[in-house]
């Protein structure tokens, strides 16, 4: 049987990642969790049991303590945004994990800037939790600015790519 800090644990991995579903099995017990959204499964084996329980839709994600957000915002500036980001589209990580512009080192980068785009091109790969997850664009334009170095670790929702749109 999980604790239920062990749940949401569980809960916030999930959320970090693109896997969308998660079925623990073991011993009588069952736990299943579910994001909302697209109808994709994924099947995951771990090695804990756990009662049933069901999330019907997942916890936002957590990307910085309370004293880690204070101390940080105590000690950067606040960013100064540039007048020439109007009209531009970013492209955010939608997880935590580390940022790669090619799918190997002696590859070239997926895009660069001045490269057209669009919805299904693949513009890098986020490697969470030791699965590569390969991050389409989802807007038709041109790459304007990559705001991340390659091996750089990415935040939830921090923007890596500029974009003009079409």
């Known amino acids: 049987m999980f604790k239920i800090s062990e749940i949401k644990e569980l809960i916030k991995l ?16 069952r736990l299943s969790i579910r ?17 049933v329980y069901s999330v019907p839709q997942a916890v936002p994600a957590v990307q910085t ?18 007048e020439s980001d109007a009209g531009l589209h970013k492209i955010v990580s939608p997880m935590v994990g580390t940022f790669y ?25 986020l490697e969470a939790m030791k699965l590569m997850n390969e991050l389409e664009a989802e807007v038709k334009g041109e790459i304007v600015k990559v705001l991340v170095e390659n091996g750089q670790l990415v935040e939830y929702g921090q923007p890596l790519f500029l974009v003009k749109p079409e």
């Open 14 to 29: 999930l959320d970090q990642t693109s896997v969308h579903e998660l079925e623990v099995e073991n011993e009588g017990f």
């Open 65 to 82: 303590s309370s004293v880690q957000a204070h101390a940080e915002a105590a000690s950067v500036p606040a960013p100064v945004k540039e």
């Open 101 to 125: 512009s090619a799918p190997s080192p002696d590859s070239p980068a997926y895009v660069q800037v001045g490269d057209k785009i669009n919805e299904k091109s693949i513009v890098c790969i």
């Open 35 to 51: 994001k909302p959204g697209k109808a994709e499964v994924v099947q995951v084996q771990a090695p804990q049991a756990a009662p």
